[in-house]
Each structure stands twice: as C-alpha cells, then as structure tokens.
C-alpha cells in the first residue's frame, strides 16, 4: 500500500515537500514515480525515480522546480516542489511498478502503465 502526505494549501512562490510511503511491502528495487491529477483534466507524469535512485525523469513543466528522491531506509519517496505556481494546483498521486529491478526505456517512465500500484494521493493547492 502507498500512502502519499505532505498536501496543503500554499502560496505562488512556496515551498512543499510530498512524501509516499510504503507499507505492506518493500519498494526499494521498484521504479517509482509521482503523477498529478487537476481538476477536470487527465492525470500526468511528474517525476519518476529508478529503482536505485540513480537515474531520475521529470515532466518538462516540473524541471528544474521539483526534485524527486527515495530513502529506501524509510521505504518512502519524496517530492520536494519549489517556486510552485497555480498551474501545480492538483491531487499528487504515488505509484510504483510491479518488478523488482527492472530496467526501462526512459519513454517507459513517463506511462502510466508502467506502474501497478497507486497511492491515493494528497491535494496541493497553490494560490496566486
């Protein structure tokens, strides 16, 4: 089960950091990745982390803003969002792909199909 926290309502400029963490299960060798869902549009690719944490993918509206990690210690990953803007406004969900240590093209990253487990997710809201 993952549980994504760390939601709140901030303001343009903010900072907030997402947490998902992990119970039930390891997912220090899965891939993982955030997603976000705005009202009234499709949900989107954020972040993603590979299983070793080396290798890391953001969504081009996030880069250079947000900061994935994982602290596989703690079973958790984490999103750390600077400079958050209105348009970041949506339900953040943690997800985690079914194998262990699987290596994907970088393409794979970004689908959600490439992972099986969801968190609920927690809501951000940014206000200009």
């Known amino acids: 089960q993952l549980q994504a926290s760390g939601g709140g309502l901030v303001q343009a400029g903010d900072s907030l950091t997402l947490s998902c963490a992990a119970s039930?299960?390891?997912?220090?060798?899965?891939?993982m990745g955030w997603f976000r869902q705005a009202p009234g549009k499709k949900r989107e690719f954020v972040a993603a982390?590979?299983?070793?944490?080396?290798?890391?993918y953001y969504a081009d509206s996030v880069k250079g803003r947000f900061t994935i990690s994982r602290d596989n210690d703690k079973n958790t990953l984490l999103l750390k969002m600077n400079s958050l803007k209105p348009e970041d406004t949506a339900v953040y969900h943690c997800?985690?792909?079914?194998?262990?240590?699987?290596?994907?093209?970088?393409?794979?990253?970004?689908?959600?199909?490439?992972?099986?487990?969801w968190g609920q997710g927690t809501l951000v809201t940014v206000s200009s």
């Open positions: 039930g299960r390891t997912v220090s060798s899965n891939v």
């Open positions: 997800a985690a792909d079914r194998s262990s240590r699987r290596t994907y093209t970088a393409a794979d990253y970004f689908k959600r199909g490439t992972y099986e487990y």
């Open positions: 982390s590979s299983w070793s944490g080396g290798t890391t």
